[in-house]
């Protein structure tokens, strides 16, 4: 196991709990009628999502899905902006036009979030392709769950990937389901992972995704590995969501044994034990720390609940660049 | 045919129209994402796997376009495959198989085959989903010869007509609406209860002017010619086409030739949209001759959709968008 | 600039056109299956690989998705990639690319971000390959709020539009003519020479008829315009439109003001075609009070584009039955 | 090698003869400007198409692509409509609408050529789930390039089946281009049949395309697999296709030398060797059956130039279907 800064440690712990309570909080929210449409959410996954964003560097891009949350956070994004946009407000990411699904920040390297299963893939080999033709020696994690990795584009991008060497890491973070089916019963392999022999490429399973280090650890190889121009790189971590599908999903196809148990594997509550036997913090600083997230969080909404709503004429605003 | 009814939601009818059609023909079989033990991602398959079991509720895997090919392969072969696309935006990855297999197939082969399937498209916004979930596509394939099209605007017109479109023998595209799965109505309950495709429908007769509508915004075009006949004594005939392709010229030549005015509403993008089409058709058409206003259009703007609740529904015309049309359009001239 | 023009073929005018600006901006780029040494399935891209090299004219695998993506994904980051689509029946493998990402990206991201990426497609009949190589697509991408649609219908418009489309900073859908790669025009030399789009062009003024059209329809209707006014004298204008979206609505709307009568031709079928847009724009417009006679249409037939090459001819708009419905509008009323 | 009996072998010989002398009899057409549109030659590949359709049973069912003729005429189609049809003439199998790109026998388990590639494949599938669904015991076999595998509909059409077990042999005729491109550019690994690993499928190389037995014995063997119910197979042919991709290709991308190295490789040349080598017909016998194939051709042309064009009503028909 490689060393870890303290300070990085600890910055990845307050990530996760960013995640955690945030989505917490959303889901309090949509119970309440408070939020439009679809939210998916991260809550069980963060040590996959924030594990592998903290291997790569400031100007790295990634591409996310419509389970968007951990990496935004894990990519630093400004919590206020993000629950207003889930809010639908006009001081929201997206100006309460895109909403959780359409969560992205730019600025900052993520190219966002997307509703269509495979959506992200084709851009971030462009990304990728801009990379390499640019020779920023930048890289690009492009992010997918298990479900998506029966779509063509799957095969198309990490195809087109392979042959021109293109610097992006094929992230797929594998919960088992795709809404209700197990990934089990559409492929007729064991993991997904193991594809990356279809294009020549290295392939590896994450096999405990809800161990940060263990999560980290590999990315850090691997965004080495690529960074160097080594080409593309297929990843897959296993985790679990907790919550639902989205918003709206009863769930009959898990039992709750098998949610418990993994509930059991809370990857947080493993940092935490890890840290504090490793005397890298205190409970009590952890928990300080939770709860200054819990109040970021709360800010966050007090923000959302104050940002005015989008006014009529900006609907008709944004389509077309100059 | 008896003549019972019963009430029930749009998701019902649709349940029990696939359910009937299964039932009648062993041929019939439905394949999608999550069409089994979750029961379809709006509820539009609950209980049928439970009563076909996996063969014939056909969970896929996130594949869209082995899925459209799958089925358009078993139709070929004589098989009556149902797809549930769920979302329509998500019939991008089908395109293929739809336009260049499907519709040309029997005609490139010189009349030889056919492709009986049917893509249940959850079309239209309104459910906070955004730009990506929120599209009525259905002007593509209107654009497409071989094709039929098919969006009803009622539980009843859903059940007979999606029944018609399993028994019929070519691929049709069939348009539900996510934001109308739980409105209720008074459905049919005879197994014989079948529409045919190609029929519009005068779904209130009126004088002064015809709207042409279909699907989603059947509901509210009602309701608006219901109010401004109450409030302003205007005579309003609603035709609901209920098929696209096929589509019934005569219903809306005869009605337009009746009124002499008319206004159009569709919940699909303005440009380009089918009642673009139906006013070129009205305006090419010896009806032309009867028009004593401008043909006015009523259909989404031309924004990608918005998530926030309220723009949202600001971009699909309403009750009151549309009787200010409809006023509008009895003051002309 | 300079005023200078050289004879060349749209295909040359194409090949100005995009290595033009790949001299002055190193973040063009073009990309497609057998852009490189064949030079393009349409011969588009002859030379292009010595002068540009392997970099920056990419061959790629037969990958339609991979290549939309790639190219949408480039465009997110900073270069400006031209897509060889070739066939434009090919597109419906890039459908999700274009419709759910390139088109709504900027606008789900509340104004971030830009796709500024070119879809050349080589699209309609008359080359006798059938159906699945014959479509002319254009309605379906000007359904789709937030792309551009341009089809010019000469050389020198080609060369000037499709530089416009390189350096705008949104997806657009650039259609070509697969049976026109080889028409001749005088095209201007100088590499400023760039047309705005959103412009239509009166091809040729006239008084007693309007008739608009677009791309691989204007050379057929300038000859039909052309030999009315020598036979009957009628007198025609003809309306360019060569930018679907955004569309000069004030050019088509001028004209049938001043002539009272339109005849609306393209090559696409004519159901949900890009015509009945048109038309349905002058009936909701101030232009509908001026109309002396109904809207006429002229497009390719509802059917599949069939193989045997009268067929194929019999299918499009050709000059007699452009000049027919001319004259036929001129007689009304 | 399995014994073939000697008038099965002797038929395989005559369809081999009948690609080789339709094609260069359509080529002729052609630059007679005889025939419209595009047409892709099977010349060169004939052993890759008749020994695998020489494998399958009355009943089964073959997908195509735009390089149909090869096994349309393996499929045993009616070469006076063949030829019709590549005319454009109102007796031809599609009544002319359909042409070289379209050439489909309905009735006789040959679901058609197709102008898309990739777009035979998820037909394939289908036919492959009627079969399965009514219990036939028929299997599916679904040709199309080296090209084509790179298409996203290939990874969703062989994972469909594999999960599914259906009867379908994913036949990849690799003649090492897809028009200019050569497969080796395309894909990061040696040859596409590997990507069989992928589905947790057999995946085989036949090497040898041009070796007519080579092929007839790997596809016996697969299509017993097969039927027996085990899932789908693919299986990879090497050979060359002589003349340019299509009807209007100059072929600047591929040497003389290379061609010519394949051409002496010739599938047909081989067979014939062998057979009078075995002493299973005279060289006489052999020419004779190829002078009865160009007759056969000859006549094919003689029908189509007398056949009607369709008239201009017909082009309005079939569009739907009762
Ligand atoms: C093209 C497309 N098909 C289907 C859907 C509906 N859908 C949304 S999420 C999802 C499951 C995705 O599963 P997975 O990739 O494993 O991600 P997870 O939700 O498990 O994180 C599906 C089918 C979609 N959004 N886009
Ligand atoms: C979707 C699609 N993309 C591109 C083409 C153009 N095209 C026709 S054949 C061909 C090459 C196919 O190569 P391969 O699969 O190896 O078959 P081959 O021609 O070598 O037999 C291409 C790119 C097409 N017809 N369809
Ligand atoms: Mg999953
Ligand atoms: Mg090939």
Known sequence: MAEIAKDKLLHMYKLMLD????????NQMVKKGKVPGMTHFSVGEEAANVGAIAAISHGDLITSNHRGHGQSIAMEIDLNGMMAEIMGKANGTCKGKGGSMHIADLDNGNLGANGIVGGGMGMAIGAALTQKMKNTGKIVVCCFGD???NEGTFHECVNLASIWKLPVIFYSINNKY?????????????????RAASYGIPGYLIEDGNDLLAVYEKFQETVKYVREGNGPVLLETLTYRWFGHS???PGKYRTKEEVDEWKKKDPIVRIKAYMIEKGIATEAELDELDATSKATVEESVKFAQSSPEPTFESAFEDIFAD | MNNETKLMTVRDAIITAMSEEMRLDENVFLIGEDVGIFGGDFGTSVGMLEEFGKERVRDTPISENAISGAAIGAAMTGMRPIVDVTFMDFIVYMMDNIVNQAAKTRYMFGGKGQVPVVFRCAAGSGVGSAAQHSQSLESWFCHIPGLKVVAPGTPADVKGLL???VRDNNPVIFLEYK?????KGEVPTDPNFVLPLGKAEIKKEGKDV??????RMLERVLQAAQEVEESDGVSVEVVDLRTLIPLDKEAILDSVKKTGRVLLVNDAHKTNGFIGEISAIISESDAFDYLDAPILRLAAEDVPIPYNHALENAMIPNVDRIKKNILNLVNKR
Do not use: H, M, W
Not at chain 1, 19 to 26: G, P
Not at chain 1, 178 to 194: A, F, K
């Open chain 2, 179 to 183: 934001a109308q799965y739980n409105v």
């Open chain 1, 19 to 26: 995640i955690r309570n945030f989505d917490n909080k959303v």
């Open chain 1, 247 to 249: 918003s709206s999903d």
């Open chain 1, 147 to 149: 479900g998506a990795c």
């Open chain 2, 210 to 215: 015809t709207v042409v509508t279909y699907g």
């Open chain 1, 178 to 194: 795709g809404i209700s089916t197990p990934i089990s019963s559409v492929i007729n392999i064991e993991y997904n992972y193991l």
């Open chain 2, 163 to 165: 029944k018609a479109a």
